[in-house]
Each structure stands twice: as structure tokens, then as C-alpha cells.
């Protein structure tokens, strides 16, 4: 299995509707993130969180929502989709350091969503 | 200005070529540099990182940094068509993560 398995992998909905990505990792990492990719823009964060208690705004979290379930689980929900949402999604995780003091993400396969 | 910039190219070489690719970077707080590889329809995977600057090597793949210009290079030597990919440059200062927004390679058999 996924260190960090993302579901649905494809999602087409439509605007307006209630929509949430699910995000889970086996890792045992607290931090947890969200970014979209979009092509030409990279990635950007949406949100983090350090841990269960902890949540964070990125620099597009505009039209967006999280929630950190437990330390595995952290969720992200598009409270009413508009066609501009329509993107890749990335959950990643990290360790505050690893061994050598190296914080890096790990992340998911992705979601695909599109906004119709 | 973005705190990591990065040639989107497209770039395609033949199989064997040296391949270099380039990022920038603005904040001089930065210390540790990464590059991942994205496969289509994949997530991004670490494919190697440094601390500070100077040279790391890992097979074919050499990752360079020169923190007086303010410059990251990712070498890959005899590239071969499985390298095809989009390579993100990346870089963080703890709590956040700048990336660059990819560089996308194919390599011609």
C-alpha cells in the first residue's frame, strides 16, 4: 500500500455541489498538506496542518475547507465547486527532520478534479 | 517575484544526452534544496536533495547549489528514456515549502 493514499483519484462534479477529498498516510508524520497543480502554476498550498489540533491557511485557501480527522487522516472539502477548482490536488506529508535534518514531502498520487 | 523560479521548458534531448536543468531561488534563508520527478499522472517523488551549498551526486543524477548566485542545477548524465518526466526544484525554510513550477523532460530513445 500508498505511504499516502488519496481518494477518489478522478472526480467530475458539477458547480455548486459539496465535494471532499480524502486524504490518509501511513508515515506516522504530523504534518499534513494540501496543494493544488495547475499547469503553469506549480504547486500551490491550500492548507497545512502540524497536528490533529493545528490547521493552517496556505496561499490559496480561498473557496476551500480541512479537516484533520487524527493524525492519519486529514481531509479537504470544497464547500460549493466552481469551474476554476477544476485541478490536480496533492496530499503530502513530512517530518519535522529526518535523520540527516532534512524536512521533505512524501506525497500522494493525486486527485484529479473537474468542475463542470 | 516568486521565491523559486524555473525554466518550464519543454525540454527533449536524445537517449544518452547530459541534461541540466535550472532553478532560481530569492531567500537567502533557504537551506536545504530538493528536486522531485513527476511522472505523468503520478505524484511528485524526492529524487534527491542538499544542504547548503556544493555538489551531491546519486548515479547518474548530480544536484548542485550555488547559494552565492542563488542558483540550483540538476545534472542527469546518459539519460535514458525511463528520465522522462517533469522535474520540480524545491526548496524550505521549516514550516513552508516553495516549488519551482516544473521543467518538463523527454528523452528520445
Known amino acids: 500500500d500508498a505511504d499516502v493514499t488519496q481518494t477518489p483519484r478522478n472526480r467530475i462534479t458539477k458547480t455548486g455541489k459539496r465535494i471532499m477529498l480524502e486524504c490518509s498516510q501511513t508515515?506516522?508524520?504530523?504534518?499534513m498538506y494540501w496543494y493544488r497543480q495547475d499547469p503553469g502554476l506549480g504547486l500551490r498550498l491550500i492548507y497545512y496542518?502540524?497536528?490533529?489540533?493545528?490547521?493552517n491557511k496556505g496561499e490559496i485557501s480561498d473557496g476551500y475547507s480541512v479537516s484533520r480527522q487524527a493524525q492519519a487522516k486529514f481531509s479537504l472539502s470544497l464547500e460549493s465547486a466552481i469551474p476554476n477548482q477544476t485541478a490536480l490536488y496533492f496530499c503530502?506529508?513530512?517530518?519535522?527532520?529526518?535523520?540527516?535534518?532534512?524536512?521533505?514531502?512524501?506525497f500522494g498520487a493525486g486527485s484529479r478534479l473537474t468542475v463542470l | 517575484q516568486k521565491e523559486v523560479e524555473q525554466d518550464p521548458g519543454p525540454l527533449s534531448v536524445p537517449e544518452g544526452a547530459i541534461v541540466s536543468l535550472n532553478c532560481t531561488y530569492s531567500?537567502?534563508?533557504?537551506?536545504?534544496f530538493m528536486w522531485y520527478r513527476q511522472y505523468s499522472r503520478k505524484g511528485p517523488e524526492l529524487l534527491m536533495y542538499?544542504?547548503?551549498?556544493g555538489n551531491k551526486e546519486d548515479g547518474r543524477f548530480t544536484a548542485q547549489v550555488d547559494k552565492s548566485s542563488k542558483y540550483i542545477s540538476l545534472f542527469i548524465r546518459d539519460s535514458q528514456p525511463s528520465d522522462s518526466a517533469t522535474y520540480l526544484c524545491?526548496?524550505?525554510?521549516?514550516?513552508?515549502?516553495?516549488f519551482g513550477t516544473g521543467t518538463s523532460l523527454t528523452v528520445i530513445p
Open positions: 503530502a506529508t513530512s517530518a519535522p527532520r529526518d535523520s540527516s535534518g532534512a524536512n521533505v514531502l512524501t
Open positions: 508515515k506516522g508524520h504530523d504534518r
Open positions: 496542518s502540524f497536528d490533529v489540533k493545528d490547521i
Open positions: 531567500n537567502s534563508a533557504f537551506q536545504y
Open positions: 542538499t544542504y547548503s551549498s
Open positions: 524545491a526548496s524550505n525554510t521549516g514550516n513552508q515549502f516553495y
